[in-house]
């Protein structure tokens, strides 16, 4: 289904799975298959006072990964076609929980990851709806927070995380209702942002943009702000590169290759002192599986850093690897090659990488 959405029902109880519905369409405009989501066991929404999960809200964000595994992957939560941010209550107090799903409708409950801040910290007794952004490497999250008896609405906080499982709150609120803002003075929440890393066409920032929800009275307002959040790295484009020479592609020397999507990144043009990153597929063109795949560097220029990280293994139903490389040149400008040595059970190659810095 081209569109879907997750959402609160608020007819019935918040103590079970029912809360969260999901519905889709192929136009936006007529809806149908409305159903409850399913959990495995108890693990999203638990039902047992006091759990952290004892009832929900609803979801807060959701992630979608087309090439996402079709069975449930417990260990990588990002190799999972759905990923689901969503409302755990205990009745009393509100945190966020991580779920994951094959279909967007049979979920199964990961755990909390953002609590609410501890005793006298503005968010005490709510984290909550709000938006969560991947930016480069660092996942980013603004929610709805308040402390004792504030409802999940005095304020919008900010988090950052590595793997968008773990996170580390800033200490204070981006926006607060005791900010002085008569519009927004007696509810400040329900942050929705979205980011575009060309700067919404100035090539430059504003990058992020918010709309939120302020209160005064009986009074209900959207507000909107913008910033910019500065990129570390640039990701090269193409971003895939093949290991065999173009005119093997058809006749290998090697039953390697590198999965297409851009094909060869040989007189790459990478940008100095900064992040540049290329991810390598790895796939066994013969009967037998790759395993234990590594990808190291041979002898790189010492003002060159590499890093290689494993990004998805051995992806069903080929025997396919992806690894994100980061080049880091702190060289002179000019012309340098990296040697890269790809080897495994059934698998082994070499090839040279050409760039130029600028």
């Known amino acids: 289904m081209y569109y879907r959405v997750w959402y609160w029902d608020t007819t019935t109880t918040i103590y079970s799975i029912n809360s969260i519905r999901y519905v889709e369409s192929l136009d936006d405009v007529g809806w149908y298959n409305d159903q409850t989501i399913q959990q495995v066991g108890n693990s999203v929404v638990s039902s047992s006072w006091p759990d952290w999960n004892y009832g929900s809200y609803g979801p807060i964000d959701v992630f979608y990964n087309s090439s996402g595994s079709n069975i449930l992957d417990d260990r990588n939560i990002w190799d999972n076609k759905f990923v689901m941010y969503y409302d755990g209550t205990t009745g009393a107090v509100e945190e966020i929980g991580l779920a994951y799903s094959t279909n967007g409708i049979l979920w199964k409950g990961y755990g909390r990851v953002l609590e609410r801040g501890g005793n006298g910290t503005w968010d005490s007794d709510y984290v909550s709806h709000g938006t969560v952004v991947k930016i480069e490497n660092t996942w980013h999250l603004w929610y709805s927070g308040s402390g004792k008896g504030g409802g999940a609405n005095q304020g919008i906080g900010h988090a950052t995380s590595m793997d968008g499982i773990n996170w580390v709150k800033d200490s204070n609120p981006v926006f607060h209702s005791n900010d002085g803002v008569l519009w927004r003075n007696d509810r400040t929440y329900t942050p929705s942002v979205i980011y575009d ?162």
């Open 197 to 358: 890393s060309n700067g919404f066409e100035t090539s430059s920032c504003p990058n992020i943009k918010m709309w939120f929800t302020g209160k005064e009275n009986s009074n209900y307002t959207i507000g909107y702000v913008y910033g910019c959040i500065p990129q570390t790295s640039t990701k090269n484009s193409p971003t895939m590169f093949y290991n065999v020479k173009l005119v093997e592609v058809f006749n290998p020397s090697s039953n390697i290759h590198y999965i297409g999507g851009g094909g060869s990144t040989q007189g790459a043009v990478l940008t100095r002192n900064v992040e540049n990153i290329i991810q390598i597929g790895v796939q066994n063109r013969g009967i037998l599986k790759a395993k234990n795949v590594t990808i190291t560097v041979e002898n790189p220029p010492s003002c060159i850093d590499v890093d290689i990280k494993s990004f998805k293994v051995d992806i069903f139903p080929k025997s396919t690897h992806y690894f994100d490389v980061t080049i880091t040149p702190n060289c002179e400008q000019g012309n340098y090659k990296l040697r890269f040595i790809v080897e495994g059970n059934n698998i082994s190659q070499e090839e040279e990488f050409e760039f130029s810095l600028q």
